[in-house]
């Protein structure tokens, strides 16, 4: 099966630990997050990890499962890429003199990067938007030399009004979930 990049929204109770168990759970599987960012939500009893990963559709499957059955666990989703907003936000600085500056002022200004920091030795960047927009920035900058990165990670959200995966109360998902590994189902 191929392998691509994914991008899987969970809703959690907002509570101490619950990041270190669902962080556990993907190591568990032997999935490599490539980004993880977790957020306040409207409901303050509710936070959300957005987490990006390789993955076949089998392992994806498998690790949705196993991530349901967490009790910390309220809704769990698969975005779409063509459907969904993803942003990432870019912080980079690059050594920079009077004769390059005119030459990144003129990159940022393509790429729609602001300059929010500027030294007689150097310039940082500020620059958000989709995953694939911060690599060509990157990739463009690669002949430059950066002094440090930082990048944030994927934040995503659904396009549109409130979707189907949001409209079932907790208690419902929860009722429908499987039991955890090593329970018994009531015969």
């Not at 270190?20 to 957020?39: H, K, Q, Y």
């Not at 911060?134 to 549109?160: H, P």
Request: aromatic fraction near 4%.
């Amino acid at each position: 099966m191929e392998s691509k990049r994914r991008v899987i929204s969970l809703l959690v109770d907002n509570q101490s630990g619950v990041l270190a168990r669902v962080s556990n759970l993907f190591c568990r599987r032997g999935f490599n997050i490539d980004s993880l960012t977790v957020s306040a939500t409207n409901d303050p009893a509710v936070s959300r990890i957005t987490v990006t990963i390789t993955s076949d559709e089998k392992a994806l499957s498998q690790l949705i499962l196993q991530t349901e059955r967490l009790e910390v666990t309220r809704q769990v989703f698969v975005l779409d890429h063509d459907n969904s907003l993803e942003r990432e936000l870019l912080l980079l600085k690059v050594a920079a003199d009077v004769h390059n500056r005119s030459e990144l002022r003129e990159i940022a200004s393509i790429y729609k990067a602001k300059i929010i920091d500027l030294s007689p030795d150097s310039m940082v960047f500020e620059l958000t938007g989709r995953p694939e927009k911060v690599d060509a920035f990157l990739k463009i900058l690669a002949d430059y030399t950066i002094l440090e990165l930082c990048r944030t990670g994927v934040t995503a959200l659904e396009r549109g009004g409130m979707h189907q995966h949001m409209q079932k109360p907790p208690q419902e998902v929860r009722s429908a979930q499987l039991p955890l590994p090593g329970t018994h189902c009531p015969q």
